[in-house]
């Protein structure tokens, strides 16, 4: 297969970054490749033909998805109107599985070949989509070994590939240097706190966390806070929150969220994919998260997976408090926070715990990607 045309789409940033690093491990093995269907900046740079803007399907929010409801369904028959006059070899959808799981079912039963990059979480809830998966993707690859398990139990084909951010991120972390970097004082503890990216999140999050602050301030009167801010909206509603509470020692940082995790003794976060980043970063935290009431109701009947951290998940046990809706309170969180500033055992148990991880996601997710679609093209 000299010269295979690739149909990719993907919907979002962080499938845009994952496209344009399969793009080019493909193109090593196929230099003379073409590559189309949807992708954002990255994929365009490494060589890529977009039919639309990404930015199109980049839709958040219940609301938002419906008015957006016609458009979506018109884009998506644009898009598998041109795979089925193209033929690709192999069309690979990443990520966003309520948009692109409809391309793959549409592409399949045409007697397109499929693989999905990025697995739902049909692990966690909703795990009646595994059949649909089964039926329309020739092959599944996974992010983490507990997912590609999943699969094998449930017979469909899966590769696990690992996370590019275990690439991207370095096995030592330099505390230090993430300090001088921030411009944060090198001595003493920092607690970061991250109340979310979404002004929902933080809206929810950030009365809780704030009173964590205080009661960790007076028990700890030498411990330093620091808060990186999504977006300058963000940044409002925190420093809003903020001047609301007594004098904090508190800075807060536009993004860079990841350094600022790294400058940290201990972090308390929301739930989300950032949680992973501290594990590949070896930092103890505090997870928290909560819902509307009436979305908890729903959303706890339908959730199978004993645990909500990516961390827990991937130890396969509690290496980090998760303190869910009702059991999120600034005296829990104040609780937690200070066990992990005064066990430096426990600490250290969990670094050594997170680097196995870290080492088991590493090792080039992009080439491994790649192998396996060049397996299932040449197999």
Not at 128 to 137: M, N, Q
Not at 170 to 186: P, S
Not at 263 to 279: K, P, Q
């Amino acid at each position: 297969m000299d010269a295979p045309l690739i149909a990719l789409v993907a919907g979002e940033a962080s499938g845009d970054i994952l496209g344009a690093g399969l793009i080019e491990a493909l193109r090593e093995r196929y230099p003379e490749a073409r590559f189309f269907g949807v992708g954002g900046e990255r994929m365009i740079a490494a060589g890529f033909e977009t039919l639309f803007p990404m930015e199109k399907l980049s839709v958040m929010g219940i609301t938002e998805v419906l008015s957006h409801l016609p458009e979506l369904f018109r884009l998506r028959r644009q898009l598998v109107d041109a795979l089925l006059e193209k033929r690709p070899a192999v069309v690979i959808t990443i990520d966003s599985p309520d948009f692109t799981l409809g391309v793959a079912k549409r592409a399949h039963a045409a007697g397109l070949r499929t693989v999905h990059y990025v697995s739902p979480s049909v692990w966690a809830w909703r795990q009646g989509r595994v059949k649909g998966i089964r039926r329309d993707v020739d092959l599944m690859l996974t992010l983490f070994p507990f997912e590609a398990l999943f699969y094998e139990e449930h017979e469909v084909p899966v590769a696990f590939v690992g996370h590019p951010l275990a690439d991207m991120i370095e096995l030592d972390v330099d505390t230090a240097a993430a300090r001088a970097e921030l411009d944060l004082d090198e001595e003493g503890k920092w607690l970061a706190v991250l109340p979310g990216s979404r002004g929902g999140e933080v809206s929810q999050l950030m009365p809780p966390f704030l009173d964590a602050m205080v009661r960790l301030h007076k028990d700890n009167p030498a411990l330093r806070f620091v808060i990186p801010a999504a977006n300058q909206a963000r940044r409002e509603q925190i420093e809003v929150a903020l001047g609301a509470a007594p004098a904090l020692p508190v800075t807060v940082m536009d993004g860079r969220s990841r350094t600022v995790m790294a400058a940290a003794d201990v972090v308390l976060m929301a739930s989300g994919t950032a949680t992973l980043e501290g594990l590949l970063l070896k930092k103890p935290m505090v997870v928290g998260y909560r819902v509307g009431a009436v979305t908890y109701a729903i959303v706890s009947r339908l959730v199978k997976s004993e645990f909500v951290a990516l961390p827990n998940l991937l130890c396969r046990k509690a290496m980090v408090p998760e303190l869910i809706q009702h059991q999120l309170s600034g005296e829990a969180a104040a609780r937690e926070v200070n066990r992990w500033l005064h066990e430096p055992r426990r600490v250290a148990a969990l670094r050594e715990d997170f680097a196995r991880v870290h080492e088991a996601l590493r090792g080039g997710a992009s080439v491994k990607a790649a192998d396996a679609i060049v397996g299932l093209l040449e197999g």
